[in-house]
């Protein structure tokens, strides 16, 4: 019951997010911005909207849409973001959670390549290449995170009452994996279809329609769960027990820490310029740094 | 007559069965497959041989694993390298299979040189052949002279497994035997080196001291990286996976060091569930490796080619091939709920076990270990999204496969036997892991009765960790519940009419296949990456009609093999040199022949008169 609750509340509150962001920036660059809802009118216009298929496709580009966002939804019944343990917890662990996602992310680079279009192979390619990248550093903050409860179980990383270095440092080296992950600037730019610089945008060129917005959707809750895992390492307040009377402050405290970082990756897109690909190599080398740092943290126990 | 033969021939523990359920589980698909393969492009009597030639490289390789005799095995371990020699050059149209067998026969007898020297300083320490023997006498070795015996059989079974920098005759040898054979020999027989130094390291000489462990580590993760990057920069399909066989015996021997570490550390079980890993990995990489060639071979012998730059939209063409090979690059992409997915989870959950309970540097040590497996699986499903997505999506590069056609159906029914392994070994994790306890609890004469490394019949719960569990059919469950509730809403409250139409083209309305993606502009951003050691090589020429029009463009790049050149090309040249230094003494002259006769003649006389 609590797990559907908490599903049905991560794709409410994850297109609000992205509508958060872009509206901080907006005003940033003293732009009025368009409404923060603007995700979801946007969605619910893909969805009404008809669609179009490349010729060239195969059956890759047609399941693709259901594949991303069913792994990406699995993660979403994996982690506890409003219960403490998830019912379905025997389903795997922390470690699993990257497989997970490394799966919807095969198939979309499948899907870029499925249509012929040298864009979608150039996103496929960046976005491998950029994925790949992350990987290490991913494992690093991971490892360094579990060193400290000594089990890579998610409930006890959900579950921490104490702030240490290691997870400061952590958490910042996994703020450096979002913003490659979740395609933003300095990596990628959401907002600009140029050839030269999209990544995820490219990927997903052929899409229109329906199957657009499932993986604009899914890429919302992707979102959503990489804030909530740095909001819970750098504010680390336990989850509540679990009944309804419990959950309204609860959300209320999600969406006021996740609206912190909100802020913070809005800081980071307007103050920095997007970097050449290849110097991601060595943007993503400092994240895998600060994990190795991170991890050094653990093992002194601080 | 067989009175040189010892009493007790035949070895059949459970390390033994392990590996002959592996070599049967690959071997016998292959052979389903070779008759729709060999068809049609050999003559009758080259078929019948290559039957042969195939039953005795099976029946050796299963004799190898089975005996327990020294001498014994090494007579078959020869033998099979000699069988497999012959089945590297079969194809011996192509300048090229005599080329690669050359270096594999080379390689493989420099391997075989440093067994037969670890064989001669056990014999002299337990005065037998004989597997029980060597292991009881081995107890009262010195360390020291264990020391060397490992270093000798890491050399010698490193040869066959293919470790960096030992791996050179691999991407060679294996792309170059018929499909069916490279599946057997990628996905077979370089585990038996894995076997040799399981069963001769880890069982009979007994691990020794923490650095063998570290080693281990350390040129696995050296082996891991170098072969999925080498794998990333091929455009030949067979390269591809032969390179990407040199990664996967990289995530096996990540499993056995660290196995050997755990055990110098005195932690049983971790030693045991490390192990588990390591053999998860290797029969799932027989699965799926055994299955990426068969069906490698399946587009070679449907186009022609085995160049991914000249193929593309082969799903279309040959629906069945695709599906059995995007399983197989799911698999080996460590994508769940499939086995290599099960595997790699372990292998990870080993490293960070460890770490949990060793103190100080290791833990570090370990977690970084950890992390080059995590880029090295972020490298391999990249690598894969490249293989499948070029060779069999979009439209056809050329007209090799524009006119394929789906291939016979015994080579299908070959492919399809090995992809439902790779589902089953996904879902039944747990009790394969079950089966898998027994067999690293003998090899390490370890007793597993009061370790638990499941939950129940679905779930895997390695006892040692807190809460950490993995349940692939939940997780597929999962999955598929997911994704049909995303399917159910897209049909239930889509509107919009669906229509098909050509990709956008930026208002070119000429797109072709040659705009699309290539497999080397796929591998770009990863060449510039890691130019530090591919160093790549790159030269453009314009051909200008006038100013304004270029009238053609030429590229060209290519990387450079950094352990051919500056490891085997020296040792070759000096080699040679020496060769052509005792050329000197052999002009052809029967004078001086008779003269080297008179000159032995006299110095035997002289020596032999000490007596």
Redesign the interface.
Known sequence: MMIILQIILLIITAPLLSGLITKIKNNLRMRKGQSVLQPYYNLAKLFFKDEVISETASWIFRVTPFVVLSSTLVVGILIPVFIFTSPVHQMGDFLVIVFIFALGRFFLALSALDTGSSFGGMGASREMFISSLVEPALCMVIFAVSLQFGSTDISAFSSMHVISVSSVVAALALFLITIAETSRIPVDNQETHLELTMVHEAMVLEYSGRSLALIEMASYIKQMILFFLIAQLIFPIGLPVGNFAQILPWVLWYLIRIGIIAVLVALVEVSVAKMRLFRVADFLGFAFVLGVVATVCAILGV | MLYFLPQKLFLFDSLSLFFLVVILIVSLPSLVYSFGYLKGDYSAAKIFLAQVLLLAFVLFMALIVSVRNCLIFLVFWEIMSLVSYFLVIFDTKHARSIQAGLIYIVMTHIGTAFIIAAFMILHNHAHSFDFFAIKNACLAMPSQTKNIVFLLFLIGFGTKAGIVPLHIWLPYAHPQAPSHISSIMSGVMIKTAIYGIIRFVMFILGVNSSWWGVLILILAVITCLVGIIYALMERDIKRLLAYSSVENIGIILLGVGLSMFFISLNLPYLAVFSLIAGLYHLVNHAIFKGLLFLCAGSVYKATGTRDIEKLG?L??KMPQTSAYF?LGA?AI????PLNG?VS??LT??AF?LG??NVI?GS??FL??C??????T???A??CF??A???TF???PKSHYAESAKEVALSMRIGMLILAVLIVIFGLAAALIIKLLAKVSGSALSIDISNMSFC?NNF?LFPQM???????TP??AL??????????AI?RI?????????????CGYYK?D?R????AT??????R??FSFFLLPYRKTQKIRESFYHIKSFTYETRTTKIFKKYIYDPVLAMVLKAAMFMRRIQPGSIHLYLGYIFITLLLLLIFMRQF
């Open positions: 939209g799903i279309k995007l799911m992409s460590a994508l769940p997915f790699e989870w990870l959950q960070f770490a949990f100080g833990k570090l977690g970084i950890a992390a080059m497996l995590a880029l699986s972020g490298l499903a990249a999204v490249k499948f997505g070029v999506l979009a439209k939950l779930t960790a807190k809460n950490v569990y993995l349940s939940l997780l999962w999955l598929i519940i997911l994704g049909i509730t995303g399917f897209y409250f889509g509107r919009g009419k669906l229509t098909i139409y050509k990709t956008w083209d797109l296949s705009n699309e993606y290539t502009a796929f591998s770009k951003p990863f510039i990456a």
